[in-house]
Nanobody, 118 residues
Framework: QVQLVESGGGLVQPGGSLRLSCAASGFTFGDYAIRWYRQAPGKERELVASIRRISYSANYAADYADSVRGRFTISRDNAKNTLYLQMNSLKPEDTAVYYC???????WGQGTQVTVSS
């Protein structure tokens, strides 16, 4: 079955950086679009970034929420079945639990907490 395990969260000061990882198993990783979501306390889950294969190509395209564009970078290592989210210039409003998701398989990880605070 599909398994997604996030890691890399933690406490960081404003302006700092973190890199989240999502280790995947149970499916052909390179064939699927994968997303990062986040959910802050009392708020709805928010799509942060996604990466998908470009049709008829070996390349991938990334999309970002306006709130993180220019600060976050989504990437993947298909050889390692791992998705990444590099987060730079972090702000207190980035505080949330971050989840990876395979939308076509309706699969979610357990989440990793990111706290941005001085």
């Amino acid at each position: 079955q599909v398994q997604l395990v996030e890691s890399g969260g933690g406490l960081v000061q404003p302006g700092g950086s973190l890199r989240l990882s999502c280790a995947a198993s149970g499916f052909t990783f390179g064939d699927y679009a994968i997303r990062w979501y986040r959910q802050a306390p009392g708020k709805e889950r928010e799509l942060v970034a996604s990466i998908r294969r470009i049709s008829y190509s070996a390349n991938y395209a990334a999309d970002y929420a306006d709130s993180v564009r220019g600060r976050f970078t989504i990437s993947r290592d298909n050889a390692k079945n791992t998705l990444y989210l590099q987060m730079n210039s972090l702000k207190p409003e980035d505080t949330a639990v971050y989840y990876c998701n395979v939308p076509s398989r309706d699969a979610w990880g357990q989440g990793t907490q990111v706290t941005v605070s001085s």
